[in-house]
């Protein structure tokens, strides 16, 4: 499966932004799906993942409440809602798949396939 992502942008503190992760290849309805973010200098983290039906959904603590993560099994993409983002929010996002029921907290080492990354950087 190949995987796009897109919806980065430059924002201030307090705005929102949807990431979309555009699938395309095998069924997409067959993988779980997470987005992970890397700051500089920082290892790759995972941010939320959702299962490959989107009944379970896991978020890390610190985006909790504020980012959102779904899916459209019929258009084949994932998204990210990220609502009042903060300047450490700032990184590249990426969109990852595994052939699997779900990803749950599982770190990048799990997910075998890769979008090419989006910017997202948060102005104070």
């Known amino acids: 499966v190949q995987l796009q992502a897109s919806g980065g942008g430059l924002v201030q503190v307090g705005a929102s932004l949807r990431l979309s992760c555009a699938a395309s290849?095998?069924?997409?309805?067959?993988?779980?799906a997470g987005w992970f973010r890397q700051a500089p200098g920082k290892e790759r983290e995972l941010v939320a993942s959702?299962?490959?039906?989107?009944?379970?959904?896991y978020w890390t603590d610190s985006v909790k409440g504020r980012f959102t993560i779904s899916r459209d099994n019929a258009k084949n993409t994932v998204y990210l809602q990220m609502n009042n983002l903060k300047p450490e929010d700032t990184a590249v996002y990426y969109c990852?798949?595994?052939?699997?029921?779900?990803?749950?907290?599982?770190?990048?080492?799990?997910?075998?396939?890769w979008g090419q990354g989006t910017q997202v950087t948060v102005s104070s």
């Open positions: 959702i299962s490959r039906d989107g009944v379970f959904t």
């Open positions: 290849g095998r069924t997409f309805s067959s993988y779980a």
């Open positions: 990852a798949a595994v052939d699997r029921y779900s990803g749950g907290t599982s770190g990048p080492s799990l997910y075998d396939y």
